[in-house]
Each structure stands twice: as structure tokens, then as C-alpha cells.
């Protein structure tokens, strides 16, 4: 029992869980705090919603590394948890984009509000970090460690796509299968016509440039550390 408390620990400490989790906490206590002194709890709950949705895609990067440590012979077993990953990577670092729905509002000061979406912003960044991070080991050990800066690079390049496409397009992950067509049809929109399309592309660039420093900066760090998942 001691050893498989202390097996679950290292795996814990290995995915980043803990400091992921304080963050977290953090960032739901400052929510809670400011609607309970302002007496409005309708400003800024979507940010409990989007730090939902920035999990998932967490949880499934840490199911697909118990299957990998279980049953490392067994590649195949990695795509389900893997796919659901992808699918809702960009939800984390979304909550960037929250950020448009700052003001001055009456009743709490505005650095709060500041310290609060920033509080969320960091907590999706963190669980998108820490998930490509677990995600990129397991392909290397599959493809080499060459694929597996390519698998970040289109990972990457997809989460700036999909936080486009959620914040204007008003897309959501369920979406690729609800409506892909529709989808495809709105992003082949944007390609086909770039010189009208600007935002699309500049959007999709600066964000995938963003979270690629944020990911190396993880990543530099984490270097400091003898630990794999």
C-alpha cells in the first residue's frame, strides 16, 4: 500500500499535479472572493467553465502516460486518450483569450480583475505545457525524438488554430464532430482568401509562437530535473 501511495506520488509530482492544482485552487478562490464582495457571481463565471475545459485535456495526457508505463508494448492503446487530447488541447490556453472581457467595473478594483483572469490565463498555460510535455514523451519513445518536436510544433500550431476558432469563429472541441464540415468549410474559408483573412493568420501565428516560448521555457526548466513521466 506505502509503495503504490508513493508510485502514485511520483507520477503526481511528475506531471506537474501539484503546483497545477494550487493554481488552480488559486485561481477559483480569487473568483469566489471577488463574488462574494461584489455580490455578483455572473461576471467572469465563464472562467470556471473554461478552467473545466482546460483540464480535460490534462487528464487525458495523464491517462495516456498510465497506459503508457502499464502497458508500454501496447502503442495502440495511446490513440483514444491521445485523440480527446488534441481535440480539447486548445481549451487550456483559451483562457488567454478571456482577457477581452476586462474592465473597470464598479465594486472591485480593476488590479483584482487583472490578478484574476491572469490567475486563470497562467492555469490553462500550465495544464497545456504540462500536457504536450507528457505527450511529446510518449512519441518519442515511439518515433524518436525528431518526431516528437514535430508532433509539438503541429500540436502547437493546431491550439493557436482552435483558440481562433473558438474566440471568433465561436467553435467548441465537440464541434470537430458535431460539425466538422462546417469547420473545414470555415477554415478552407480563411486559406483560400488570405488578403482578406489577416486576423486569421496573424492570430493563429503570434499564439502558436507564444505558447511554443512558453512550452521551451517549460521545457529549460524541467531540464534542471532528472524526471520522465
Not at 490565463?121 to 510535455?133: H, Q
Not at 515511439?142 to 471568433?168: C, D, H, M, T
Request: net charge positive; glycine share 6%; aromatic share 20%.
Amino acid at each position: 500500500m506505502l509503495l503504490s501511495l508513493r508510485n502514485l506520488h511520483r507520477f503526481l509530482t511528475n506531471q506537474s499535479f501539484y503546483p497545477i492544482l494550487l493554481s488552480s485552487l488559486f485561481a477559483v478562490a480569487l473568483y469566489a472572493a471577488r463574488g462574494a464582495y461584489s455580490g455578483s457571481w455572473l461576471i467572469y463565471r465563464n472562467l470556471l467553465w473554461n478552467l473545466v475545459l482546460a483540464w480535460v485535456p490534462y487528464a487525458f495526457s495523464m491517462l495516456a502516460a498510465g497506459l503508457f508505463l502499464s502497458f508500454p508494448r501496447q502503442w495502440w492503446m495511446m490513440i483514444p486518450p491521445a485523440a480527446v487530447w488534441l481535440a480539447f488541447f486548445p481549451n487550456a490556453p483559451y483562457i488567454i483569450t478571456d482577457f477581452f472581457h476586462l474592465a473597470a467595473r464598479p465594486g472591485v478594483p480593476l488590479w483584482y480583475d487583472v490578478l484574476l483572469l491572469a490567475a486563470f490565463s497562467w492555469t490553462g498555460v500550465f495544464l497545456a505545457i504540462a500536457s504536450l510535455r507528457t505527450m511529446q514523451i510518449i512519441t518519442a519513445a515511439y518515433l524518436g525524438k525528431i518526431a516528437s518536436w514535430f508532433f509539438v510544433f503541429l500540436a502547437l500550431s493546431l491550439s493557436g488554430l482552435g483558440i481562433y476558432l473558438g474566440r471568433f469563429g465561436r467553435w467548441n472541441s465537440w464541434d470537430l464532430l458535431l460539425n466538422p464540415t462546417n469547420i473545414m468549410a470555415d477554415v478552407a474559408g480563411s486559406l483560400l482568401e488570405p488578403l482578406e483573412n489577416l486576423r486569421f493568420f496573424g492570430f493563429t501565428l503570434l499564439f502558436t509562437i507564444f505558447l511554443f516560448i512558453c512550452y521551451l521555457t517549460f521545457i529549460s526548466m524541467r531540464r534542471l530535473e532528472v524526471t520522465e513521466i
